[in-house]
């Protein structure tokens, strides 16, 4: 199934997607900054272009992962692929946390701010620190399997979507008279892709909406304050992903800056509207069109999305140290290690959870006993600033993950790649203006 690409043809730089995004996030920024009001209540623009995007997601991983496993004529390697995928996924954001434990021990952000617990405004933080909100294990696992089948998709659950495809991916695969019913799947795809580039002719609109609501009820001016963490968790990001991400390209033989490049639509729009899943269904695409083959990048991609999280483990680790250095709270190193030993597990049990990041940061500290949970009330006005960095770095982190596990099943063109990368005109069954 080809998806949505990138036009071969030069366009006038004003007219590319990029370019738009980019211009609007600026014009958001200035009008949160000089009309704060007009700029709080822009945020129904970015909300409803995000919401656009999420009612494709389901669909859209439903038919392509159910296509690319009906495709698939020996199963077994769709067990390979999970597993390459998982071991890469907690290698790498292992990684991930003690890179930013590094960096927030080595910088100390929170040193100097002598918080007092005991003080702090926590009416604020209390949806995330309910005892009902920290999701265990088992509920986690058990929530994979959705009450019905309309049930996983009327939620937009991810990982309930992805249970539900590969069952039926497997169940096809195995139904002789399959092929009419697969090639009609493949059709919806194409279908469900250029709906997706209808919707995205509105990013720019969602992008201006999401920052200048962000400038405009936080203001640039609470930065200052908490410059230090931000510029923390900001250079921790990059030294992840061109560093780490890059040495790991670089190990299998293609240019993560190329590929940056390749997705520099994506970025801008994650940039503007603070969401990895609003580029999603877009990263897909492109990662299919890249030569990547539709069964990995079926299973890869919306499993990344829950297991790989390498910005929000690199926010995670230093919010955590922080809050301990803010509020004068001494951490022993094996206090260190605990936290992050924590941080693996739970990590993943509030990936698909409203403010998983700070019920996770509170799961944490509950569960450690040392450092008050009251103290991530000092990130709320700076949170959404960080989360820019943490989801451009997911959606990075899973686009190599992808190359990465398709390298290893032997299931990329990389003839294609290479000259996609570059690019260098090449075929495509369908071509989507961006």
Partial sequence: MSTTVPNSEKRAFYKTLHFQVFVAIIAGVALGQLYPKLGEQMKPLGDGFIKLIRMMIAPIIFVTIVVGIASVRDLRQLGRVGVKALLYFEVVTTFALVIGL???????????????????????IQQYTGPTKVVHTVDFLL??????????????????????????????????????????????GH???????????????????????????????TLWPLGKLMLCVYATGFLFIFVVLGTIARVHGFSLWKFLKYIEDEILIVVGTSSSEAALPRLIAKLENLGCSRSVVGLVVPSGYAFNLDG??????????????????????????????????????????????????AATLSSL??????????????????????????????????????????????????????????????????
């Fill in 102 to 124: 590094i960096v927030v021990k080595t910088v100390q952000p929170g040193a100097g701010v002598n918080a007092n617990p005991a003080t702090l405004d926590t009416k604020s």
């Fill in 143 to 188: 929530n994979i399997i959705p009450e019905t089948v309309v049930d996983a998709f009327a939620k937009g659950e991810i990982l309930q979507v992805l249970l539900l495809a590969i069952l039926f991916g497997i169940g096809l695969s195995r139904f002789a008279q399959a092929k009419p019913i697969v090639a009609a799947l493949d059709s919806i």
């Fill in 191 to 221: 279908w469900l892709f250029g709906v997706i580039a209808i919707i995205m002719n509105a990013a720019p609109i969602g992008a201006f909406g999401a920052m200048a609501f962000t400038i405009g009820k936080y203001g640039l001016k």
């Fill in 312 to 361: 929000t483990s690199i926010y995670l680790t230093i919010a955590a140290i922080f809050v301990a250095q803010a509020t004068n709270t001494h951490l022993s190193t094996a206090d260190e290690w605990w936290i992050l030993l924590i941080l693996m597990l739970t990590s993943k049990g509030s990936a698909a959870v409203t403010g998983g990041g700070f019920i996770t940061l």
């Fill in 369 to 434: 006993g040392t450092v008050p949970v009251a103290g991530i009330a000092l990130l709320l006005g700076v949170d959404r600033f960080m989360s820019q960095m943490r989801s451009v770095t997911n959606l990075i982190g899973n686009g190599v993950a992808t190359i990465v596990v398709a390298k290893w099943e032997h299931a990329l063109d990389e003839k294609r790649a290479v000259r996609v990368l570059n690019g260098q005109p090449y075929l495509a069954e369908e071509v989507v203006e961006t």
